[in-house]
């Protein structure tokens, strides 16, 4: 497996690679933003990009406002198709919450409604900030 020796460890891949790989993230370049700013911990470790995985390791990375928990169970290094990615781990995250329970949160507007006005503005920002 190529880069699995750059590591010094066989059967080993790089973090941001194996993130990028399995799609959980679109790019590898936010897979490496997304270590270092501390958004990603394997095996509830803080995890650099360079960090080596191997299978049943734990990763948890923190995509928008959800947190997914992923068992590793294959290596991948270069992105593959979904159903070949999908077979690289386990996914524990809980599931994702829906519009009901979002509640206030929900800020959809109705097509062509335009720009929020100051008002409106205001209010969406006393409900976020609450």
């Known amino acids: 497996m190529p880069g699995a020796a750059d590591q010094g ?8 690679k194996w993130l990028w790989a399995v799609r959980v993230y679109k790019t590898r370049t936010a897979a490496t ?22 299978p049943g390791d734990t990763v948890e990375a923190r995509v ?18 979904a159903p070949i ?5 386990v996914d524990h995250s ?9 509640g206030p949160l929900n800020f959809a507007r109705d097509r062509g409604a335009g720009r929020p006005t100051k008002r409106e503005r205001r209010q969406l920002d006393r409900v976020r900030h609450q």
Do not use: F
């Open 85 to 89: 990615a999908a077979a690289c781990y």
């Open 94 to 102: 809980p599931p994702a919450p829906t519009k009901e329970e979002v």
């Open 33 to 54: 933003d997304a270590c270092r700013a501390g958004h990603v911990k394997v095996n509830q470790m803080g995890a650099k990009p360079a960090t080596p995985v191997k």
């Open 9 to 16: 460890q066989p059967g080993a891949v790089r973090l941001d």
């Open 64 to 81: 928008s406002d959800r947190v997914r928990i992923l068992g590793v169970t294959g290596l991948i290094e270069k992105r593959a198709g």
